[in-house]
């Protein structure tokens, strides 16, 4: 018997976790409205002992800011359990650029109140000649904000990102996000800058010890940024299916994406996760089974289990075990895998 990369739990997650490290859009919320499971699992997890954590990659918004939208959607927050990317931005850069020092900040408040509370102090031009240049999404950020980040960063200002998220989901749709803006300043200079946000370890490992916590699980809805940056903090991550990446692109993660459990939603929180298991072949948990084959992966029994998973458990389980063996799996026979992740 062989274990996949998915874990299992005996026991529910929120009490083998001392901290749940929380994405928002897509976790929390979609849009202007809580996600409906939301506010109930988050209090049952923190009524059993799990402390709370929000991490979002926005930037523009001050942590207070984020705290009382989430109390207005009935889901309780302190300005101390939110850990934005601006604060690890500004983190990032006390590591080289010397508290004190001129930082030319590209971005909304939460950005400039972050950067400012880390010491540095802040300029609006490129003729100040600033020591660094930091750069955060803000639907305000206009060509002369990249323009002058980039007239700095070209005269020797270090350069870094709260982010590098290429998009953002929002009611509309998908819209450009922070790396596609901070890839105007690189188009321009030449210099491409470290990031902080997800998917870097840093923003999980800060989000961590703003909780205590020892034993963290990190809880999103992206496998390229909340589950990336999970597995390379070294922390085990929960994927949930109300947001951007479903059942197929679980399926098809590369390691680096995995996550290790898999839930609808929050409720996931408050329960056990079984671990699928290798006989032969075959990958089970329940009686749901799986292998691929030639290539192609069958699923040999479907059943849900106890909150509709284990299907897709197993069908995770038997292509992550063939992907890294050197196979290209393919998932085009099964249809609609998303399937896999209903009550059966």
Known sequence: MTASSLLGSAQPLQTAFDAALVDLDGVAYRGPHAIPTA????EAARAAGMRVV???NNASREPGTVADHLSSLDIPASESEVMTAAQAAAALMLETVPAGSTVLV?????LRTAVSEA???????????PHAVVQGFSPDVSWRDLAEASYAVAAGARFFASNKDLTIPNERGTAPGNGSLVNVVVTATGVVPPGAGKPEPAMFRLAADKASASRPLVVGDRLDTDLKGARAAGYPGLQVLTGVDGIRDAILAPPEHRPSFLGHDLRAL???HPEPSLDGDVWS????????????LEILARDGGADGLDTARVACAAAWHSADAGTTVKVEGLGDVEVLSAHE
Not at 285 to 296: E, L, P, Q, Y
């Open 54 to 56: 929000f991490v979002t």
């Open 270 to 272: 408050a329960l056990a």
């Open 39 to 42: 506010p109930p699992a988050l």
């Open 119 to 129: 010491g540095f102090v802040l300029v609006d031009s490129a003729d100040d000649h």
């Open 285 to 296: 948990v329940g009686a749901a089974r799986a292998r691929v084959v030639d290539g192609t």
């Open 106 to 110: 590209v971005g909304g408040a939460g």
